[in-house]
């Protein structure tokens, strides 16, 4: 059974960091794409980035040049390097993992989903 679980979400204020995990259980993902995804309250989910199969990244226009995210294969985790945070990233952030080594910014492209992680920035 693939479990997929967040962490290293919590409370920083305007212009902090902030580095999110996602660790994979119950499969290999090395030639998958993962990906993050949050939610803010009363919004639709927002695509913010993925890493595809292949080692490439691809970013979502409202933290591009400020979020990275990156993988270890060999741990089987995802992470979300999240700098120069504004009060309007504040969400709950999701990692999901798709059967697919490419994927674009939909989330019904992906087949696994972790309960979330809240980042709340203050300004």
């Known amino acids: 059974q693939v479990q997929l679980v967040e962490s290293g979400g919590g409370l920083v204020q305007a212009g902090g960091s902030l580095t999110l995990s996602c660790a994979a259980s119950g499969g290999t993902f090395v030639s998958n794409a993962m990906a993050w995804f949050r939610q803010a309250p009363g919004s639709e989910r927002e695509f913010v980035a993925a890493?595809?199969?292949?080692?490439?990244?691809y970013l979502g226009s409202s933290v591009k040049g400020r979020f990275t995210i990156s993988r270890d294969n060999a741990k089987n985790t995802v992470y979300l390097q999240m700098n120069s945070l504004k009060p309007e990233d504040t969400a709950v952030y999701y990692c999901a993992a798709a059967l697919a080594t490419y994927t674009g910014a939909y989330s019904g492209a992906y087949d696994y989903w972790g309960r979330g992680t809240q980042v709340t920035v203050s300004s």
């Open positions: 890493a595809w199969g292949d080692g490439q990244t």
